[in-house]
T-cell receptor
Framework: DAMVIQNPRYQVTQFGKPVTLSCSQTLNHNVMYWYQQKSSQAPKLLFHYYDKDFNNEADTPDNFQSRRPNTSFCFLDIRSPGLGDAAMYLC????????????FGPGTRLLVL | QQQVKQSPQSLIVQKGGISIINCAYENTAFDYFPWYQQFPGKGPALLIAIRPDVSEKKEGRFTISFNKSAKQFSLHIMDSQPGDSATYFCAAIKFNDYKLSFGAGTTVTVRA
């Protein structure tokens, strides 16, 4: 009965080689978020979707893009991964703007060689 | 700038002891203050949360104390167990703003 599913759990890519991370949810929530979490740090919000409306954080590098083809799925595309992009990438959802709780997925650990 | 300050960075407690983590915030517009628990290699999970019009909330062994005038809140873990060993993040959010402001995190180690 997993609610927020992320695939793959581990991803190894080469420097500069595009990579896509996947998130799906069974909660039918309107809002989906992507966070980057580096070792011993708090999660950092990259962007979020409210339904189809995309909201980018001001300090999110252009190298990071996202797509949400439908309510259930959201993708994180890293166009040209650098060594500094190695991190845990977390997907989260919430029902709507007045829903306090964000539900996090298990994360995808990205390694850049 | 970090909107929520959290301390300590880490703590070690004996089994059965009390773990206390403190957080402070500046923005009085925050509407909700959740605590997340994160185990290594896993995503954060909501542990307990409080609204600013409540001074204390207890769920099992976990208690949040909230001091609105001081703009501080804390998590108490009573009767700490080895399974409580994890990283704990306090956070704050404004409704309709979407963005969780996280503290830096506290790594709790409970020794058997």
């Amino acid at each position: 009965d997993a609610m927020v599913i992320q695939n793959p759990r581990y991803q190894v890519t080469q420097f500069g080689k595009p990579v896509t991370l996947s998130c799906s949810q069974t909660l039918n929530h309107n809002v989906m978020y992507w966070y980057q979490q580096k070792s011993s740090q708090a999660p950092k919000l990259l962007f979020h979707y409210y339904d189809k409306d995309f909201n980018n954080e001001a300090d999110t590098p252009d190298n990071f893009q996202s797509r949400r083809p439908n309510t259930s799925f959201c993708f994180l595309d890293i166009r040209s991964p650098g060594l500094g992009d190695a991190a845990m990438y977390l997907c989260a959802t919430s029902r709507d703007s007045y829903q306090e709780t964000q539900y996090f997925g298990p994360g995808t650990r990205l390694l850049v060689l | 700038q970090q909107q929520v300050k959290q301390s300590p960075q880490s703590l070690i407690v004996q089994k059965g002891g009390i773990s206390i983590i403190n957080c402070a915030y500046e923005n009085t517009a925050f509407d909700y203050f959740p605590w997340y628990q994160q185990f290594p290699g896993k995503g954060p999970a909501l542990l307990i949360a409080i609204r600013p019009d409540v001074s204390e909330k207890k769920e099992g062994r976990f208690t949040i104390s909230f001091n609105k005038s001081a703009k501080q809140f804390s998590l108490h873990i009573m009767d700490s167990q080895p399974g409580d060993s994890a990283t704990y993040f306090c956070a704050a959010i404004k409704f309709n703003d979407y963005k969780l402001s996280f503290g830096a995190g506290t790594t709790v180690t409970v020794r058997a």
